[in-house]
């Protein structure tokens, strides 16, 4: 905007970091040149700006591997490592084409050394405070996001400390940002000592959210107050009260981050780590030691761990594979490791095999010292002091139950009998020297309690966890609106969350914090230490959701009073329960597509010979589509049940008619304790259903359905939430097959849609359900009729495919979308065009439209195509596209296909001959042409559009934006 004069025309002034600060640390060679004249080193490297550049400076450097870093990116976006040629040159023009300003560093591997981060601030007054310094526990090769992250750093001497934090203030007053939060990176060699300057980020950056959770100190809201004149000394310190901003924060705790993948939603993709950032979320534990954390950290990931081990009966692999996999970083490779100490595999060779520090080796290995001695020792047999510590390594009561072959609950009873309890610690950024005033807690069993009490009424909310595909910061936004609201109406609300990229987990959004994992022993901790009268589990999706039942339960055992607010446990179960769900819809003369279950291979096919195929297959009790597919034949379902799940008697396969052509339909609505209903919103998806909703667009108000069945849509929704007595939100998926209306599911919860309809149609749902749920009626909070807005709001899908090489772009009944954008005008065209842009997706206005479509698409394409041909694009088509196309007099040119010869549609593509491409897949999709072609376009910055609905959705924003182009106007605007 600055070069473009945008800034300058409406008078606009850049503050914090200026345009020049910014272009010299994001511009690779400005980086380079500033350390070299403030003598900081810099990696052996390069700068180029084409392919004949890149190949100059790799023989220059001379060695491999060699490591790429786009540009102006972030994530590390389009780089990587080349250990050889061929490799090299495709990652230098992946990264030159992902980079905006075509330019990348090319370095001299740093592999094996170690990796550090400083998070820096400044003010005008050239005041430079230190705020945490973050140790990757994963040596240099792996993206920061990706690594397991350690503040402080553990393995720098004070001296080696002491010199990063000197080239840090020298790095941040010649780059020159002026003011605000900075993030450096720098990597030391292990042999030597060594220091060299990796890269600065002058901004805020992911890891300035980790130290602000593990400080407490709020960088982005100091930067801010810097940016517009404040000193640091002038800023108070938020927790203490007492000391300045200037005041560096000490902590005397251990934080550990864990990153959440989620590679098996990207079939093809190999699941090796790099310096191209591939984690969807992360996970932060605090406690009193690194083990401590590192255990509740692991716990905190929602992976089904209960700690570093001792979690199920386990199959150790080879040591050749343990060796493998403990070579190239990989997501699984701390419990590769831990089988590697099992089979007797040194600390030294360990090492050497994966430059994790020695440190950090030998602490591990402790705990699996700990862990032999619970294998041998019976439950009933440990003393006070071993179970202390015990308890201070990190391990859970479920560890414990596992190793001794007893249970959760005997070890817990147990454990408080020996009066063995935690402790809740305060974090107050420093060091417990100054007393703090804001309650943010963390657990440990090695100091006093610091907890405040208080006799006014108090409400837990249970977060969402790490962010993972399928459960986001959607969740989270639900959480934050749930503590405003009831903080509003006088209670203390007290926020339990593991995840550091979360406003949940900000110390002022509740009056207390609990920075815990969200497990049955974690929470059940806090409820004994604080009683609460409610507990909000809706809120936070999956995760607090299957610690519903084991809650209840326990509460009843308990002497407590604290209750679980909103929709029963119960009741919740009975939608999750697919014959229980059945037996109220029969009640209720609701619809449902023809479906049943299978334990087998047998079953299954039984099943789909009653119903018929298509259809759609899945493991019950999942979450974002989970191992979901669509099969239409029986050697795809022989196929699906062999090797896509496991099939288990406790865990059947639901097999359901699938619903070709129909229309999905998502409805957010929320109910009273006197069993009054209102539905915040009807969406309609403009992908077919098959499409899992989180992947598809979807737009309020509904443009296609009749009134007819908007009434059956309306009326079914009240029904259900009668049934299942919600007190809260629900969300009810409904497919649409001409005028016949099919309940798909109904979550008695909140949905991942709930922001955007809250944000459609003007009204806070999370907050309305939140005071519902406190016992208020929608009468008394004045919401009593469903708002249907006379403006348009679309919502798309981001899709992360570019991360994941060799994964199929395809969308199906898996969800595999990392986040979400809207678009918002008066007509759907317009506000459908907003949101492609705001994803990332550029709408071609002119060029060639490539076109292949199954069987089943052929003949809905014709009229698509005529329509892309009326706004004067090109088309092409495959040959038997074309020959539908042609009987129906629409004339198009032949694009041969990857096996019929050349020049080909690969070819077009390379030559960017095709500006949009619109394929829709046959059965299972697995042919390699389909994959190569479509992984070319993502490549390319080819547009892919896999659905007809997609296509027609895409001809209505061209429409628009050919009458007149896009205009802006606030959200407040549209709901004046």
Same mark, same amino acid.
């Given at each position: ?49 084409? /392919? ?17 870093? %786009? ?65 990757? /526990? ?31 203030? !020298? ?53 801010? *107050? ?15 009260? !007492? ?52 255990? *509740? ?84 047999? +440990? ?34 009998? @020996? ?5 809740? !610690? ?59 609201? /009831? ?30 994992? /969200? ?63 059945? *037996? ?29 195929? %298509? ?14 597919? +669509? ?10 049940? $062999? ?15 699938? @619903?070709?052509? #129909? ?44 009134? $007819? ?124 065009? *907003? #949101? ?44 038997? $596209? ?20 050349? %020049? ?49 959705? $895409? ?22």
């Amino acid at each position: 905007m600055s070069k473009n004069g945008v800034l300058d025309k409406y008078g606009v002034e850049l503050i914090g970091a200026k345009l020049d600060a910014i272009e010299k640390a994001e511009d690779r060679l400005l980086f380079k040149q500033a350390m070299e004249k403030i003598g900081v080193a810099c990696c052996p490297s390069g700068i180029a700006n084409n /392919l004949n550049e890149a190949r100059a400076i790799a023989e220059q450097i001379g060695t491999y591997p060699l490591i790429i870093r %786009p540009a102006f990116t972030m994530g590390g976006t389009g780089g990587g490592i080349a250990y050889n040629q061929e490799e090299y040159e495709e990652l230098a023009m992946g990264g030159l084409d992902a980079s905006p300003m075509s330019q990348i560093l090319v370095e001299q591997s740093l592999i094996g050394w170690k990796e550090y981060e400083l998070e820096v601030m400044r003010d005008l007054a050239d005041n430079v405070v230190i705020i945490c310094s973050i140790e990757n /526990l994963d040596p240099m090769g792996v993206h920061t996001g990706d690594s397991i992250t350690v503040a402080p750093a553990q393995t720098l001497t004070d001296k080696e400390y002491q010199r990063l934090r000197d080239a840090a203030i !020298k790095i941040i007053r010649e780059i020159g940002v002026e003011t605000g939060g900075s993030n450096i990176q720098f990597s030391v060699n292990p042999v030597n000592g060594d220091v060299i300057v990796i890269e600065m980020n002058p901004r805020v950056s992911r890891s300035s959210a980790l130290a602000s959770k593990a400080t407490g100190f709020p960088i982005a809201k100091f930067a801010a *107050k810097l940016s517009v004149g404040y000193t640091l000394d002038e800023i108070s310190n938020d927790i203490t009260k !007492k000391t300045p901003a200037s005041f560096e924060p000490t902590i005397d705790y251990v934080v550990t981050k864990i990153p959440r993948f989620t590679f098996e939603k990207f079939p093809g993709a190999e699941p090796v780590l790099t310096t191209q950032m591939k984690s969807v979320g992360e996970a932060m534990a605090i406690g009193g030691t690194f083990c401590e954390s590192f255990q *509740k950290a692991m716990r905190s990931l929602e992976t089904g761990l209960a700690g570093w081990g001792l979690n199920t009966n386990e199959k150790v692999p080879s040591l050749d594979t343990i060796r493998s996999g403990l070579r190239t970083p990989n997501p699984d490779r701390m419990i590769t490791l831990r089988y590697g100490m099992l089979l007797g595999m040194s600390v030294e060779e360990i090492y050497e095999l994966t430059g994790i520090d020695p440190w950090f080796l030998d602490k591990l290995q402790q705990l699996l010292e700990t862990e032999k001695f619970l294998k041998r020792t019976p439950v009933t047999e +440990i003393n006070h002091d071993d179970m202390l510590a015990i308890k201070r390594q990190g391990f859970s009561d479920r560890q414990i139950a596992f190793a001794s072959q007893t249970t959760e609950d005997e070890v817990r009873k147990y454990r408080k009998g @020996l009066g063995v309890k935690p402790a809740y !610690k305060m974090v107050d950024t420093c060091a417990a020297e100054f007393e703090s005033t804001t309650p943010y807690y963390y657990s440990t069993y090695w100091e006093e309690d610091e907890m405040i009490s208080s006799d006014r009424p108090k409400v837990m909310i249970l977060g969402g966890g790490p962010n993972r595909i399928g459960q986001g910061i959607e969740f989270d936004y639900c959480c934050c609106h749930a503590s405003y609201s /009831l903080r509003d109406d006088g209670y203390i609300t007290i926020m339990v969350n593991s995840n550091p990229e979360t406003v949940s987990t900000d110390y002022d959004t509740s009056d207390r914090l609990y920075f815990e994992p /969200l497990t049955k022993e974690d929470v059940f901790n806090i409820i004994e230490a604080e009683e609460p009268l409610g507990i909000i589990i809706q809120f936070g999706g999956q995760t607090p959701l299957k610690l519903a039942v084991p809650l209840e339960k326990a509460l009843s055992e308990s002497t407590l009073k604290t209750k679980i607010w909103g929709t029963s446990p119960d009741s919740i179960d009975t939608a999750e329960d697919r014959e229980r769900f059945e *037996k109220i819809l029969r009640e209720l003369n609701i619809q449902q597509a023809a479906n049943g279950m299978a334990r087998s291979y047998e079953e299954a096919l039984a099943v789909a010979g009653r119903i018929g195929y %298509p259809v759609v297959v899945r493991p019950s009790y999942v979450l974002g589509g989970r191992a979901m597919e +669509i099969v239409y034949s029986d050697e795809e379902l022989e196929r699906y049940m $062999t090797f896509a799940v496991l099939v288990e008697p406790d865990h059947p396969i639901l097999v359901d008619k699938f @619903l070709e052509n #129909a229309v999905e339909v998502d409805v957010d609505a929320i109910a009273d304790h006197t069993g009054n209903v209102v539905i915040g919103g009807i969406m309609e998806h403009i992908e077919q259903a098959g499409i899992h909703s989180g992947d598809s667009a979807c737009s309020i108000p509904t443009q296609t359905l009749s009134e $007819t069945v908007l009434a059956t849509i309306r009326r079914q929704t009240i029904q259900l939430a009668k049934a299942l007595n919600v007190v809260g939100l629900m969300n009810i998926q409904f497919a649409v097959q001409g005028e016949q209306v099919y309940i798909l599911e109904a979550n008695p919860r909140a949905s991942r849609t709930v922001p955007f309809v809250s944000k459609a149609i003007g009204i806070p749902l999370a907050k309305m359900a939140s005071r519902v749920m406190s016992g208020k009626t929608l009468a008394e909070l004045g919401y009593t009729q469903e708002k249907i807005p006379d403006y348009v709001s679309v919502k798309e899908a981001v899709l992360p495919f570019a991360k994941f090489p060799g994964t199929d772009v395809l969308l199906g009944p898996e969800m595999r979308s990392t986040g979400e954008v809207m678009g918002i005008d008066t007509e759907f065209g317009r506000a459908f065009a *907003k #949101a492609e842009l705001a994803a990332g997706q550029v709408i071609p206005m002119s060029g060639t439209v490539f076109v292949s479509v199954n069987d089943r698409d052929k003949e809905a394409i014709v009229p698509v195509v005529q329509d892309f041909l009326d706004l004067g694009f090109k088309v092409t088509a495959t040959i038997n $596209t074309r020959k539908v196309l042609w009987e129906h007099g629409v004339k198009v040119d032949l694009e041969l296909k990857l096996h019929e010869g050349r %020049p080909n549609v690969l070819d077009a593509i390379k030559n960017h001959a095709v500006q949009l491409a619109i394929i829709t897949p046959s059965g299972s999709e697995a042919r390699a042409d389909g994959i190569t072609i479509r992984r070319s376009a993502l490549a390319y910055k080819v547009p892919i559009i896999t659905t007809i609905a997609g296509a027609k959705a $895409t001809i209505s924003a061209l429409r628009s934006l050919q009458k007149h182009p896009l205009d802006v106007k606030a959200l407040q605007d549209y709901y004046i």
